[in-house]
């Protein structure tokens, strides 16, 4: 009680006031508790109607009573649900610096399913989407970060969105679905999908680079997909959301942003069969290479570029392998342009070859569509070694993923020079488009070595082979 408090000095100032004021606010003070006690005994009074109330309303929201009030509470539980649906930028720019780790930058929210051995994917409804599916809004071609994707329960769509049937593939590609590697590697993942869930086929595709959307794949992807699912991919337009705030809702659809990212080899390799084996039989090759009884037939295709890493002297290295092949029973040499083969013809051409020889560039990746165990050869021009990155090797990882075996590269020591140090990146510009020369003794050796491996490999094979060959048909027929 030493402090003097404010109460006690309170009554004081009220009574200096007392005299100018006519009423009393002492009075007012007593008041109070007569007015709450009045309150209280009103409140005892209907008490019981009280407990009546919440006992009618705890009848009412009971289980058996449900129908009869969720009517009502629905309606405006979904249309709570329905407004608080929330689209976010399909590309976020603060992962800008590390756009494909993790969770990436394209729905940078989600988190992919893993599983041991398999593609890294969404899947919408699922347990893990808390059976919500996806929508999309947007058709921006030029910045990513203007489509959104929200999760919506199918009850709560979005108000005025359209609910599209059946199964949607959503590809992402940090490349472009126009190069073979790059449109390849981005739907691999898909028709894994495809063969681990009893063969089920897209009704439609929706394609994004970097959250922006696309509208088509290359004319060699669009056919080899053609050839897997059994009918042309319909890569979705989104023609009648020109109104900007309208969003389309996927009754089921799978996202996929890692390529291949998580596959093990045995998976992967399971998958390029399937490819291989949809792609010649929708191009009428037979299935299995004929068996020539006179000994092992050997195809060996020179896979030539016209531009850049196209050979400096085309005639001169068709010679030295002309002159291998023509050394061994059986060795057939085949030269062929990829940019002027039709897709089938490129199916055909590769069903038929044993040892693909070829300059890095895309076109190596049809070496898929081999018989497995095939050999590939493939030649660098100048300077890549030091200045070319990882990225160099990607026809080596295709090669053991879809089960080939890389016999090796030659890389030319001579070219155009680069101004600045070996490793600098800036050279890449300049080595990029090289051409690429030859070096007959080394060109000799290793293609006698590679068909004369080749040869024995097959010689045992046929040798071991009893009676017809087994009819074979591929999965997901
Ligand atoms: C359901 O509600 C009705 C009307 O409110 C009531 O008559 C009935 O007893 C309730 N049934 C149950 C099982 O609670
Ligand atoms: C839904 O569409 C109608 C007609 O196009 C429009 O008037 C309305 O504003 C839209 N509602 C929303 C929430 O966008
Ligand atoms: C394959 O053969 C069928 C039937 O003979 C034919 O209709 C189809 O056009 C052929 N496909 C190709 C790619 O040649
Ligand atoms: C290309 O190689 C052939 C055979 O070695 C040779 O005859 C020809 O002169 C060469 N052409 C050029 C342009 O060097
Ligand atoms: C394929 O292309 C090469 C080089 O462009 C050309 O020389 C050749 O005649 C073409 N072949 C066919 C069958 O069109
Ligand atoms: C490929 O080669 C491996 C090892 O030589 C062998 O085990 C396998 O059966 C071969 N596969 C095919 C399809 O020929
Ligand atoms: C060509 O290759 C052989 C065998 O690898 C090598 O000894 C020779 O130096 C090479 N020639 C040139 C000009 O690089």
Redesign the pocket.
């Known amino acids: 009680m030493k402090k003097s408090s404010p109460r006690l000095e309170r009554p004081k100032t009220f009574k200096q006031d007392n005299s100018s004021l006519s009423y009393s606010p002492k009075l007012c003070l007593y008041m109070i508790p007569i007015c709450i006690t009045l309150l209280l005994l009103l409140q005892f009074q209907s008490l019981q109607q009280w407990q009546n109330l919440v006992f009618r309303y705890t009848a009412l929201v009971s289980p058996q009573n449900c129908t009869i009030t969720t009517t009502q509470d629905h309606e405006s539980i979904s249309q709570k649900l329905r407004d608080s649906v929330t689209f976010l930028p399909l590309k976020d720019l603060r992962f800008s610096k590390q756009p494909l780790d993790g969770h990436t930058w394209f729905m940078s929210s989600m988190y992919d399913t893993r599983e041991e051995g398999e593609f890294q994917h969404q899947q919408f409804p699922s347990k893990s989407s808390k059976h919500r599916l996806l929508c999309l809004k947007g058709r921006e071609t030029h910045d990513g970060s203007w489509n959104y994707y929200a999760l919506a329960w199918p009850e709560a769509l979005p108000s005025n969105a359209t609910l599209m049937k059946g199964l949607t593939f959503v590809a992402y590609n940090h490349y472009n679905f126009d190069n073979i590697w790059h449109g390849l590697s981005a739907v691999m993942p898909f028709v894994a999908w495809h063969r681990n869930n009893n063969c089920e086929s897209p009704a439609r595709w929706v394609l994004y680079h970097w959250g922006e959307l696309r509208f088509k794949m290359g004319t060699w992807l669009n056919t080899l997909m053609e050839a897997t699912f059994g009918q042309p991919p319909y890569i979705e337009g989104f023609r009648d959301m020109e109104d900007e705030g309208r969003s389309v809702c996927f009754e089921k659809a799978v996202v996929m942003r890692h390529n291949e990212g998580g596959m093990s080899r045995e998976r992967r390799m399971k998958v390029y069969d399937l490819v291989r084996c949809k792609a010649r039989v929708y191009c009428n090759v037979s299935i299995k290479r004929r068996v020539n009884h006179e000994g092992p037939d050997i195809g060996m295709t020179l896979l030539m570029r016209t531009g850049p890493r196209s050979f400096r002297n085309e005639t001169a290295v068709i010679r030295i392998f002309e002159k291998e092949c023509n050394k061994v029973k059986g060795c057939r040499l085949m030269v062929a342009y990829s940019n002027n083969l039709t897709v089938c013809e490129q199916v055909k051409l590769m069903s038929l070859t044993d040892i693909l020889v070829s300059p890095h560039g895309a076109q190596l990746t049809n070496m898929f569509l081999m018989?497995?165990?095939s050999s590939v050869m493939e030649l660098y021009p100048k300077g890549w070694q030091k200045a070319a990155g990882v990225g160099q090797y990607v026809y080596h990882w295709i090669a053991s993923w879809s089960?080939m075996r890389h016999r090796g590269h030659w890389r030319d020591p001579n070219g155009e020079n680069c101004p600045y140090s070996d490793d600098d990146r800036r050279c890449m510009s300049i080595y990029k488009n090289g051409l690429i020369g030859h070096n007959e003794t080394y060109f000799a050796d290793w293609a006698r070595n590679v068909i004369n491996d080749v040869k024995t490999k097959k010689s045992k094979?046929e040798a071991s082979r009893h009676g017809p060959a087994p009819i074979t048909t591929c999965d997901c027929s």
Do not use: F
């Open positions: 018989d497995r165990n089960g094979e």
